[in-house]
């Protein structure tokens, strides 16, 4: 009655407002601590034990999301140990953006890379000099693969093709964005992965290859 009474009156020296608020929280105490108290039978010292159970796990849940921003570049680390190919942010400041990728089991560099916002697999290739994308890929990024001139000769693993080109939206790998990106789309069957070539590359402050781990700077 008292949270959704009008008065202005003030209850045991404080406001109405918040001595209801007090009310409702101590019945609703009182409740769940009944309930608990009879769930466990009477048994204070396993209640006891759940309830610091659930409250170091609601603390631990909060300090990740307080330090969510400082654990982010850990957590795509470790991503990128356990998945060969995942982009990791490992230096973001004034200098610029860093980002390693970590080489695949066959021995190719690749990228999880967004193409007009659809996530698209790609092996780094610095010998191809444009992006280079397959046509399923090329169509679940939103181009219109029926209405393009395929007029362009490329050459791939299977020999000599022809591709179209085309002007991307958007290329980005983890926190590093291109707009207005250079690319070709391969015939059907064509290419077996797509590639991340030199028109993305060059874009880039620099990248280098070092060991099992190709460095991307911007």
Known sequence: MLLVGSSDGAVAGIDSWTFGSVAVGLALLVYLSG??????????????????????????LVTLYAYRDDLMPIAGRVA?????????????????????????????????VGVNGEPITMVVDTGASSIVLRSE????????????????????????????????????????????VTALVAKKGALHQSLLGMSFL?????????????????
Do not use: C
């Open 35 to 60: 309930g608990l108290f009879s769930q466990y039978g009477g048994r204070a010292g396993p209640m006891f034990r759940d309830a610091v159970t659930w409250l170091a796990l609601g603390l631990g």
């Open 80 to 112: 990128g140990e356990l998945l060969p190919g995942t982009a990791m942010n490992v230096e973001q400041g004034a200098t610029g953006v860093e980002i390693k990728i970590r080489r695949r089991l066959d021995g190719h560099f690749a990228a999880k």
């Open 137 to 180: 890929d090329a169509k679940a990024a939103g181009i219109d693969i029926d209405s393009l001139s395929y007029s362009a000769p490329v050459m791939t693993a299977n020999g000599r093709t022809f591709a179209a080109r085309v002007q991307l939206e958007s290329v980005t790998i983890g926190p590093v964005e291109k707009r207005n």
């Open 202 to 218: 060059s874009r880039l402050r620099s990248y280098e290859f070092t060991g099992d781990l190709l460095t991307l700077r911007t």
